[in-house]
């Protein structure tokens, strides 16, 4: 009878699964030809404009603004719709720092409401929930590649008179009901951080599809320079360019981009598939609306009960096997401790502290402390084979989980 690895057994995999990021010639004769040409700047150069023109039109938007990064993204857009001191702006409580901290950054309050257990996205019935009269803005999460459900939060928002602003990071090439993501909203933010599926170590872009507000958010990015504007009268605060070298990689990136998405769909269907058979794993549901599934994530849920362990014991038994899972956002974005205080903007600790966050986000709770797992996008670049190694390696725990009672963790 097998042994699981971490208790000496041979594991399923021993090789390293595809690396990331992916590069070749194609980068570095790019990125040769801005340091020969001398054109450094985004402001003299061609690389950073090319690149907004092709994303933005492959996510079915008119203008796309290159940034410095995915944070400055969200906080440029915020300023650009107009975001006042003390604006209360809703956010999920599951979601990585950024998509709170740029509301902090912007001087507004976010306001955190709950996820969906299936999909793990914002909630659009807790958003009505979580909304006052202060509320003016909302920051869904398309998490893991996987689009929210913007025709409800659409129409909630749309009611409530709350300006949505798309927190793609996560979702390069995702589709909403046939419909890039990022250009749903009155704007879309995208990251391209290390990890991202498409990335040049930092930057960002913000989509839109307003003419008013793209001209707002390059003034924002150019040291307040409007584009017909004397360049010696500052009109806005801000000054978040992108440069040249990060514009000539992210253009070959976006290349590879599609024939990459397509690995991934392709062999996330195939670990759907695999991991059906596994007890106690809920794959993250693709509701009807998703016509592409970016997967920057393959994120699912683990249910302790029936495995009779912790998900931490799974989690570290799985990558004795070579399976690289992880555990993911292990707290709500309310309990680390710069949120919890509320010290920020004209709000006082006292003041943020008599809200019961918890309360209001049971799922966020539960997800963040008990279920939620994730395999990061890289699993998902190799070979069919590759892939089903994952699964194996779930079996073999499920299979031995009893014998999991022996780890220390």
Same mark, same amino acid.
């Given at each position: 009878?097998? +042994?699981?690895? $971490?208790?000496?057994?041979?594991?399923?995999?021993?090789?390293?699964?595809?690396?990331?990021?992916?590069?070749?010639? #194609?980068?570095?004769?790019?990125?040769?030809?801005?340091?020969?040409?001398? *054109?450094?700047?985004?402001?003299? !150069?061609?690389?950073?404009?090319?690149?907004?023109?092709?994303?933005?039109?492959? &996510? @079915?938007?008119? &203008?796309?603004?290159?940034?410095?990064?995915?944070?400055?993204?969200?906080?440029?857009?915020? =300023?650009?719709? !107009?975001?006042?001191?003390?604006?209360?702006?809703?956010?999920?409580?599951y979601t990585f720092q950024a998509t709170a901290s740029a509301v902090v950054e912007a001087n507004a309050r976010p306001i955190f409401a709950d996820i969906d257990a299936g999909p793990c996205t914002l909630s659009a019935d807790a958003v009505e929930r979580a909304a006052?009269?202060?509320?003016?803005?909302?920051?869904?999460?398309?998490?893991?590649?996987?689009?929210? @459900?913007?025709?409800?939060?659409?129409?909630?928002?749309?009611? =409530?008179?709350? +300006?949505?602003?798309?927190?793609?990071?996560?979702? &390069?090439?995702?589709?909403?009901?046939?419909?890039?993501?990022?250009? $749903?909203?009155?704007?879309?933010?995208?990251?391209?951080?290390?990890?991202?599926?498409?990335?040049?170590?930092?930057?960002?872009?913000?989509?839109?599809?307003?003419? &008013?507000?793209?001209?707002?958010?390059?003034?924002?990015?150019?040291?307040?320079?409007?584009?017909?504007?004397?360049?010696?009268?500052?009109?806005?605060?801000?000054?978040?360019?992108?440069?040249?070298?990060?514009?000539?990689?992210?253009?070959?990136?976006?290349? *590879?981009?599609?024939?990459?998405?397509?690995?991934?769909?392709?062999?996330?269907?195939?670990?759907?598939?695999?991991?059906?058979?596994?007890?106690?794993?809920?794959?993250?549901?693709?509701?009807?609306?998703? +016509?592409?599934?970016?997967?920057?994530?393959?994120?699912?849920?683990?249910?302790?009960?029936?495995?009779?362990?912790?998900?931490?014991?799974? $989690?570290?038994?799985?990558?004795?096997?070579?399976?690289?899972?992880?555990?993911?956002? +292990?707290?709500?974005?309310?309990?680390?401790?710069?949120?919890?205080?509320?010290?920020?903007?004209?709000?006082?600790?006292?003041?943020?502290?008599?809200? @019961?966050?918890?309360?209001?986000?049971?799922?966020?709770?539960?997800?963040?402390?008990?279920?939620?797992?994730?395999?990061?996008?890289?699993?998902?670049?190799?070979? #069919?084979?590759?892939?089903? @190694?994952?699964?194996?390696?779930?079996?073999?725990?499920?299979?031995?989980?009893?014998?999991?009672?022996?780890?220390?963790?």
């Open positions: 009878m097998s +042994t699981l690895a $971490i208790l000496g057994g041979a594991p399923v995999r021993e090789r390293p699964f595809t690396n990331w990021p992916v590069h070749g010639p #194609e980068e570095e004769a790019a990125l040769l030809g801005v340091l020969r040409s001398g *054109r450094w700047s985004a402001l003299s !150069g061609e690389q950073v404009a090319r690149f907004e023109a092709a994303f933005a039109a492959a &996510h @079915d938007a008119r &203008h796309g603004v290159a940034v410095s990064s995915g944070t400055v993204a969200l906080r440029v857009a915020l =300023l650009a719709a !107009g975001v006042r001191a003390g604006d209360e702006v809703i956010v999920p409580a006052t009269p202060r509320t003016r803005f909302l920051l869904p999460v398309h998490f893991a590649g996987l689009p929210a @459900d913007m025709d409800r939060i659409q129409e909630v928002a749309g009611r =409530l008179g709350i +300006t949505v602003i798309e927190d793609a990071a996560q979702a &390069h090439g995702a589709q909403h009901r046939g419909c890039g993501v990022g250009s $749903i909203g009155a704007m879309g933010c995208f990251s391209f951080q290390a990890s991202k599926n498409v990335n040049a170590a930092e930057g960002g872009i913000i989509l839109t599809n307003n003419d &008013h507000l793209a001209a707002r958010c390059r003034a924002i990015l150019n040291c307040g320079r409007g584009a017909d504007a004397d360049p010696t009268l500052l009109t806005i605060f801000g000054n978040y360019r992108m440069t040249e070298f990060q514009g000539a990689v992210l253009n070959c990136q976006l290349a *590879r981009q599609p024939e990459q998405a397509a690995r991934r769909e392709s062999n996330a269907a195939l670990l759907r598939h695999a991991l059906s058979g596994v007890p106690g794993i809920a794959v993250q549901t693709r509701p009807e609306y998703v +016509t592409r599934h970016a997967y920057h994530l393959f994120a699912f849920r683990f249910d302790p009960e029936q495995w009779g362990v912790p998900r931490e014991k799974a $989690i570290r038994a799985l990558n004795a096997e070579g399976i690289p899972a992880t555990e993911g956002y +292990t707290a709500p974005l309310y309990r680390q401790p710069m949120f919890s205080r509320q010290a920020f903007g004209p709000y006082s600790g006292a003041e943020g502290g008599s809200v @019961d966050w918890a309360e209001r986000c049971p799922v966020a709770e539960r997800v963040c402390s008990r279920e939620g797992a994730w395999i990061y996008q890289k699993c998902l670049l190799g070979s #069919e084979d590759d892939t089903l @190694d994952v699964a194996r390696g779930f079996e073999k725990v499920w299979d031995l989980r009893g014998d999991l009672g022996k780890v220390e963790i």
